[in-house]
């Protein structure tokens, strides 16, 4: 059988037919380009240009070039100090996020019929279609002093007082971001999930290697996409994140985006998109560093 | 692995089960059920406020009453706003899925000189506060584009953050992808095209489909972007969080029910009658 | 009258006063329509685009409009004052009709997004107090910059179950004993004037370096005692109903809603050393495609038998004289006292929030103290 050019490629042709596609293979990326490229990247030249300009005092953005925004984020110690904890938070809520998926996750795609597979992912989703005030409120009732577990404690003696160690602190706020990273996760770990072929792992046991060694080097592996792709899902928004931290956090459970927020909605256009950059550039450079593990391109060839 | 079993029987089944596999999948299916409790319990108390009849939506729970749902039928802003943010929210839903699965083959295939480089520009509207992206939004819409603000701009602007999450994960289910399937098409004669078509797409769903699922969440509860980049139109996340000088009241909680059940009967509606026609056709083929 | 027992449902009673003020509204409106129909030329109908809070219409008062004149607006919500005013900087023409807070109207005026028109010209505006046609900061040569709809001061809430003695100062806030019991809203620019009223500034919006020190200073002894800070004033209502905080700042109008929902007995007070408030006002957008129905819908929503429902269902004083003398035909003048409708000049002793010089330092200050 000849293998015409033209006509899909093989390892051997692979070289030079990919170089002279290459160009010809981008175009499916256009639209994506003309959102990402254009409006995003469009809309954001403005604020970069703003977060070195100053806000008078009647809100107008003056072209006074400065970096003084910028080096209030570095000089005055709460944004970093509440920088790195919402760091720290967001790496939290990613291993809880992933830990709770996962098994979740994996019962689903294994011993779950394809059909029911969709309506439980359904059941999972429809919920965060609701708003998600309401849903933080409700939260509130669960957690609060006067909520749901308080007067279970109570109710079965363990404590006298409703207690606060639900409220407004930290936990909370780790709790209800759990919560809401939760879908995320699981979609993302579904995706690669249920394109793994289990006998594999029977496969692996078969040979003579225990459950957990089976899991660890065959299954991880193949899913680490997946896995990626969920802590990415989980853990940059919660860098942006600051609805949950106000209203079930407290004053305790700050977290950076509250900061940056309190600037825009006070006008001060320049000091918020000053800090705002500042925090996407730590975080993609985060990105950066970790990038081998973070790898997209194609494994070409395999088995 | 293989050896001879009768037909449409999968072999996994039919070995012996180790005591330890059992007991894994009961754990693993106890686990489930919390989760879904944990889900859900937010979720029923939200139902249950609906019927509270304090103007404020929480605990205690003084008494019950219809109130608020003749209240959120009758109110004609809020029902607007609701047809506006379903519209917008599918809207987005089909564009985002489109655009980030077809920049996911590039991104994956394209041998772009720096891949990582274009996922962190992929990755970098996620990272931004909502507020940061809406003001600019709007800047770039009026001021460069000139453009009257309408639920159409609200979509460009909500496309801005769903498009990153659907090249991700279509990108990270497209890495794994074996390229045999391909290579053998391509060998029986199939244009790239059509291999596109008939073998990758379809056994590329569930990333897809996840994609698709998340965009139509973040959508339909985007209150930010939505509020700089819409025009004289509502929203209902806009409508909830403007209510800022008055407050919440229940019927929002009423509205919030009222969108669950329906989804959930549509959905249920679906998939029952989607198993019907199956049978149905399987019985009409034997 | 004790309207508000328990088994009679404040959303029923409400329904009761509708009826009867409606049906004076639709008395009010067959005489308004009579008087248009009989006017030679027919005005202008369609729509306009409204952007406002949610207390400043209710959907009968809507439809009775429509239903009248065809006249109806399209309603945007507000958000807060600076996002309205990044967005109508933008959008310009689009809107028709803006609400904003008092010190804020100026600011639209300066970057020539509003209009400056004739109150007098409508009808209704006769019905208004006349302190409200004159406020200084709102009078301009070339007319007045909107029209004047409501107020509040804000005022200091307190549970006398566990709050004694009775306040009477800002300091209150800062006691010791009630650590982890306050509430105040969130809100980075108002928080640090609270402290700056505490603190004897003269003006708690324009504050010097050493003004706004000391008003930083007393945040960072208020910290300890606030539980959270309120996004919405339905967190402030139901912290007080569940007991969860005994001392709380808002507007007028909570304790009413704590009693409703069940909670307890909450007392108000007026700060000694000043307070902060705002009022509000219609602007109408220089530009607007749609400016020609503004005026005819304000003749027909400012009506005196409307702002008297408006105030029995949101709880705040409003500047229209008129509907007063309509609440108190109506029986509600102990209500109406009580939320001080009666004593407009209030706003004159109160500091208005709004923009000021001092705004980004005091967003900065908030953020240091209540930041991690």
């Known amino acids: 059988m000849t293998s015409e050019v033209g006509r899909g490629t093989t390892p051997a042709d692979a070289p030079e037919i990919g170089q002279r596609r290459s160009v010809a293979r981008l175009w499916p990326a256009i639209p994506a380009a003309l959102v990402l490229g254009v409006l995003f990247l469009g809309s954001m030249a403005f604020m970069v240009v703003f977060s070195f300009w100053r806000t008078d005092a009647d809100f107008h953005l003056v072209p006074d070039w400065n970096v003084d925004n910028y080096v209030k984020f570095f000089t005055v110690p709460t944004y970093l100090r509440t920088f790195g904890k919402t760091l720290v938070m967001a790496a939290a809520v990613t291993v809880a996020a992933l830990a709770t998926a996962l098994p979740f996750t994996y019962f689903l795609v294994r011993y779950v019929s394809r059909r029911w597979q969709r309506i439980v992912l359904l059941a999972v989703i429809v919920p965060f279609w609701t708003s998600y005030l309401l849903r933080v409120y409700a939260w509130q009732a669960i957690l609060g002093e006067r909520g749901v577990i308080n007067q279970l404690l109570m109710g079965l003696g363990i404590i006298d007082a409703p207690t606060r160690l639900f409220t407004y602190n930290d936990l909370s706020v780790f709790i209800v971001l759990v919560y809401v990273s939760f879908p995320f996760a699981a979609l993302a770990l579904y995706a690669t999930l249920e394109r793994f072929d289990f006998g594999q792992l029977r496969a692996a046991q078969d040979l003579g290697a225990r459950p957990d060694q089976a ?62 950059i500042v925090i996407a550039a730590f975080v993609t450079l985060l990105l950066i560093v970790f990038r081998r593990h973070l790898q997209v391109e194609d494994v070409v060839a395999r088995g | ?25 009961r754990a693993l299916w106890l686990w489930a059920v919390i989760v879904m409790a944990f889900l859900y319990v937010p979720i029923v108390l939200l139902v249950i406020f609906s019927f509270n009849e304090p103007a404020s939506p929480g605990l205690p729970i003084t008494g019950l009453t219809l109130d608020w749902y003749e209240d959120a039928l009758t109110n004609r802003l809020l029902l607007d706003a609701v047809k506006n943010s379903i519209f917008v929210a599918v809207a987005v839903s089909i564009l985002a899925t489109i655009i980030g699965t077809m920049a996911a083959f590039p991104l994956v295939r394209g041998r772009i000189r720096y891949p990582g480089a274009a996922r962190i520009v992929a990755t970098l509207p996620i ?121 919440v009241t229940p019927a929002v909680n009423a509205i919030a029910t ?29 | 009258m004790d309207h508000l027992s328990k088994h009679f449902s404040r959303r029923r009673f409400l329904q009761t006063t509708a009826g009867v003020t409606g049906a004076m509204a639709m008395g009010g409106f067959a005489s308004a329509s009579r008087v248009m129909a009989q006017s030679p030329m027919a005005g202008p109908t369609g729509t306009f685009n409204f952007m406002t809070w949610s207390d400043h219409f209710y959907q009968e008062q ?20 600076a996002e309205g005013f990044i967005r109508l900087g933008e959008v310009g023409g689009q809107l028709d009709m803006i ?274």
Not at chain 3, 66 to 71: M, P, S
Not at chain 3, 72 to 79: D, K, N
Not at chain 3, 301 to 307: D, F, Y
């Open chain 3, 62 to 81: 809507l439809d009775a409009i429509t239903a009248a004149i065809d006249i109806t607006p399209s309603i945007s919500e507000l958000a807060g004052n």
């Open chain 2, 258 to 286: 009222l969108l669950l059940l329906g989804t959930l009967l549509m959905f249920g509606l679906g998939i029952v009658l989607l198993s019907v026609g199956r049978r149905v056709r399987r019985r009409d083929a034997t």
């Open chain 2, 127 to 247: 990272m931004l506060p909502g507020m940061l992206l809406g003001i600019g939004i709007l800047l770039f819409l009026r001021r460069v584009l000139d453009l009257e603000l309408s639920l159409l701009t609200v979509v460009a602007g909500h496309l801005v953050f769903t498009v990153p999450f659907v090249i991700l994960i279509v990108a990270a289910q497209l890495q794994g992808f074996d390229r045999k399937l391909e290579w053998a098409a391509a060998d029986l004669g199939a244009e790239p095209r059509q291999a596109a078509r008939h073998i990758i797409l379809p056994l590329i769903w569930p990333s897809i489909l996840a994609g698709a699922l998340i965009s139509f969440t973040l959508s339909i509860d985007e209150f930010v972007i939505t509020f700089f980049t819409v025009g004289p139109q509502l929203t209902l996340p806009t409508y909830i969080y403007t209510q800022i000088k008055f407050g």
């Open chain 1, 215 to 276: 899991l660890r080097h065959i299954l991880l592996p193949q899913i680490r996409p997946g896995i990626i792709t969920a802590c990415i899902f989980v853990f940059v928004p919660i860098i942006g994140e600051f609805l949950t931290p106000v209203v079930v956090g407290g004053t305790q459970g700050v977290l950076i985006g509250n900061l940056v927020i309190n600037f825009f909605r006070g006008a001060q256009i320049a000091q918020g998109a000053a800090f705002a």
């Open chain 3, 99 to 372: 609400s904003g807070d008092a010190l804020w109207v100026p600011r639209y005026f300066e970057d020539g997004l509003i209009d400056a028109w004739d109150i007098n010209e409508l009808e209704v505006s006769k019905g208004l107090y006349s302190l409200a046609r004159e406020f200084d900061i709102w009078t301009t040569p070339a007319g007045y910059l909107g029209y004047p709809f409501g107020w509040s001061p804000v005022q200091i809430y307190y549970d006398p179950a566990h709050v004694s003695p009775a306040p009477d100062s800002w300091e209150v806030l800062l006691d010791p004993k009630y650590a982890g019991r306050v509430m105040v809203e969130n809100q980075p620019e108002e928080v640090p004037a609270y402290m700056g009223k505490l603190a004897g500034v003269a003006d708690p919006y324009n504050m010097t370096t050493e003004e706004l020190a000391q008003a930083k200073e007393l945040m960072i002894r208020l910290k300890p005692n606030v539980l959270r800070l309120a996004q919405q004033n339905t967190d402030v209502v139901n912290a007080l109903t569940n007991g969860e905080v005994w001392l709380a700042t808002g507007n007028l109008g909570y304790d009413e809603r704590v009693r409703e929902a069940g909670g307890p007995e909450i007392k108000v007070f007026t700060p000694k050393e000043g307070t902060i408030g705002w009022m509000d006002a219609e602007m109408i957008v220089t530009g607007g495609a749609n400016s020609a129905l503004v005026r005819p819908w304000l003749e027909m929503a400012q009506t005196p038998e409307h702002i008297a429902e408006n105030f029995l269902r949101y709880g705040r004083p409003l500047f229209n004289e008129a509907a007063y003398k309509v609440l108190v035909n109506n029986g509600h003048q102990e209500r109406a006292d009580r939320f001080l409708y009666n004593k407009p000049e209030t706003v004159q002793t109160m500091t208005l929030k709004g923009p000021g010089t001092s705004t980004q330092a005091a967003i900065e200050a908030f953020n240091e103290v209540f930041g991690a």
């Open chain 2, 1 to 25: 692995m293989s050896w001879p079993v009768a037909r449409g029987i999968d072999p996994i089944e039919t070995m012996p089960v180790s005591p330890h596999a059992r007991a894994t999948r």
